[in-house]
């Protein structure tokens, strides 16, 4: 276990005793250091032993004298000093194994790290975890966790997960909140598995928890061309997605009477593809699972709403093309034909089938360069959404923006949400 160097404040008490970018912090004080949380919790104490590695791989003792809560001032390549836990589990609707060839090497990673949980929001299946795993969770206060429960009955999620590691799951559950471990949840729903009673056994058995279980999401199965040698699978119908949006608000509604909050959520895709209302911002207890997709219509939704209002004697810029997924088109098309009406403008929301997925993924976010090149018109001013990059300015498929941009023959520019969207569509009249 070694923690990779990548930088040291300056004046800090790292950098006066020689420690340098790109060398390895492999003990503190005779223990390895699995992890940046460990770290921050040895780093404590008022005489700090270092072993570190050069380059070269000669160890040193660096002896740090200090006052306890004085920071070192190291930072690290990574947060997690050893190897990533990776499931082991064999998920029949895994959308790791339905990833098509050729893409970067990170998206193909299979995380099930209760560290990388709790620090960046993944969700893990407590299926790899062993006793001193969970010893070192309850230490360190690993609040909140996030956890894919995808179903409570033993038997069922065992089938689905593809082992035998997944039954036990509401032992572990409650381990972990009598500790004080906040958890939030989430279910990949698959049609014939776990939805209808299953589905109302999952949501009462966590329910039963609350407040120690946070949320729980609901998402709908996603499923790439990808699926050669695959467990058999398909997508929820429109009249199936409204079967589980009406039964879902009815929970959501005993929820909100109980506890003031919603608890269970659905994902966007369950709205739009039964063609039904978003709910209200208030439904969303302040977004807990944003980054699951719980919420992010009804964000858009009012972040177009608020900023319209700002922006009533602007008027409409250059015809504007903003690609989206095919899965948001019904909801975001009548808000630019009330926009263009509004600002006379010429701009368009254009949905872009997900060729490189498949047909049954469709949301915008997993929209690749060259599928945008495909279906975008030419020389038109062209605005992406910021989701479709991720933090290197990389497109799923490995395209950068700035191949993208030199591909394609207009202007290009980025919105992160809808703010940012409305400011590029309209100009102020004095311009």
């Known amino acids: 276990m070694k923690g990779i160097i990548s930088g040291i404040r300056r004046h800090s008490l790292a950098e006066k005793h020689g420690i340098r970018v790109g060398e390895k912090l492999c003990r503190i004080n005779g223990s390895e250091v699995k992890d940046i949380l460990d770290f921050s919790f040895r780093a404590t104490d008022s005489l700090v032993e270092l072993e570190i590695e050069d ?4 160890k040193r003792a660096v002896l740090i004298e200090k006052y306890p809560d004085e920071y070192l001032g190291l930072e690290f390549e990574s ?3 050893n190897e990533i836990s990776t499931c082991r589990n064999r998920c029949i609707f895994c959308f790791v194994d339905q990833m098509i060839p050729g893409m970067r090497k990170s998206l193909y990673i299979r995380d099930d790290d209760y560290r990388l949980s709790f620090l960046s929001g993944n969700f893990i299946t407590l299926t790899n975890m062993q006793d001193e795993d969970f010893d070192y969770v309850i230490r360190m206060h690993m609040s909140p966790l996030y956890v894919s429960v995808h179903v409570t009955d033993p038997a069922v999620r065992s089938k689905m997960m593809g082992s035998s590691a997944a039954e036990g799951l509401m032992e572990k559950l409650v381990r972990l909140a009598d500790a004080g471990i906040r958890i939030h949840t989430q279910v990949v729903c698959c049609p014939g598995y776990n939805e209808g009673n299953v589905l109302e056994k999952t949501f009462k058995d966590l329910y039963a928890l609350n407040p120690k ?4 999401a ?3 199965v996603g499923l790439t061309k990808n699926r050669k040698r695959l467990f058999p699978l398909r997508t ?6 409204g079967a589980i949006v009406d039964i879902v608000t009815e929970w959501q509604k ?7 909050r919603s608890f269970v959520h659905l994902g966007d895709e369950f709205y739009l593809l039964a063609d039904k209302k978003i709910p209200a911002t208030s439904w969303y207890d302040g977004f807990p699972q944003l980054e699951n997709g719980i919420g992010l219509t009804r964000m858009f939704l009012d972040e177009w709403s608020s900023t319209l209002k700002k922006l009533r004697h602007a008027k409409a810029a250059d015809e504007t093309v903003i690609p989206i997924g095919e899965g948001a088109a019904n909801i975001l098309g009548p808000l630019m034909e009330s926009f263009n009406k509004t600002f006379h403008g010429n701009h368009s929301f254009l949905p872009v089938p997900n060729k490189f997925f498949g047909g049954g993924v469709n949301v915008t976010g997993l929209l690749t360069g060259r599928n945008i090149l495909a279906a975008v018109p030419e020389k038109r001013r062209l605005v992406l959404p910021s989701m479709v990059l991720n933090n290197d300015g990389l497109f799923l498929d ?7 941009r030199k591909r394609y023959q207009g202007k290009v520019q980025i919105a992160k949400n809808a703010e940012e969207l409305l400011t590029l569509l309209t100009i102020s009249r004095e311009e």
């Open 55 to 58: 380059e070269s791989g000669k």
């Open 79 to 81: 947060a997690i000093f």
């Open 213 to 216: 279980i946070l949320t729980m």
């Open 218 to 220: 609901v998402v709908p």
């Open 236 to 241: 929820f119908t429109k009249e199936e997605a």
């Open 254 to 260: 005993k929820c909100r009477k109980d506890t003031g």
């Open 398 to 404: 490995d395209m950068s923006l700035e191949d993208f």
